[in-house]
C-alpha cells in the first residue's frame, strides 16, 4: 500500500525566470535550494517541500511542448498548508505584494474543513493557501 504524507515537489514549467522566482521567495518566503542552469531547473524550498522552476526555453523545459498560458496550464492549482494561520497577517502580507483583495473561505483539505485562500502566481498558476481544520465539536 501507498500511503501519501504530504507534497514532496511540484513542477511547474515557466516563461519568466526571475517574476516567478521574486514571487515564490519575496511573496510566498520560499528559499532557493538548487539551480542546474545547465538543464533549465530552479528548485525551491517551501517548508518539507519543493517547487521546481523549469524554463520553457531549457532543456527540460522544451520536453513538455508549448509555454503555459492564458488558455493551457500545466497544473490546475497546488495547496500548501500554512503555519501557524494568523489571517489578518497573511492577508496584510499579500497586500503588502500587490495581491488583493484576498478572500478566505472554508474549504476541505487534508486536514479537514479550515480557512483557504485561493491567489495566483505571476503566470496564471492557482495556488491555495490552507490553515488547520476548525476545531469540531465531539
Given amino acids: 500500500m501507498i500511503r501519501i504524507r504530504d507534497i514532496d515537489h ?9 517574476a516567478m522566482l521574486r514571487f515564490y521567495t ?18 525551491l524550498r517551501v517548508g518539507s517541500s519543493l517547487i ?15 509555454a503555459p498560458g492564458k488558455d493551457g496550464r500545466n497544473v490546475d492549482h497546488v495547496c ?13 502580507h499579500l497586500m503588502e505584494h500587490g495581491i488583493s483583495p484576498v478572500e478566505v473561505v472554508s474549504r476541505y483539505g487534508a486536514e479537514g474543513e ?13 495556488l491555495e493557501l490552507k490553515g488547520p481544520a476548525w476545531p469540531t465539536d465531539g
Fill in 52 to 66: 521546481d522552476l523549469v524554463p520553457v526555453d531549457g532543456e527540460l523545459g522544451r520536453r513538455g511542448g508549448g
Fill in 80 to 92: 500548501f498548508r500554512v503555519a501557524p494561520w494568523d489571517e489578518d497577517a497573511i492577508r496584510r
Fill in 10 to 18: 511540484v513542477v511547474f514549467r515557466i516563461v519568466d525566470r526571475q
Fill in 26 to 43: 519575496e511573496v510566498l518566503g520560499a528559499v532557493v535550494e538548487k539551480v542546474q542552469e545547465t538543464i533549465g531547473l530552479y528548485q
Fill in 114 to 126: 479550515g480557512p483557504s485562500i485561493y491567489l495566483t502566481d505571476p503566470e496564471g498558476n492557482m
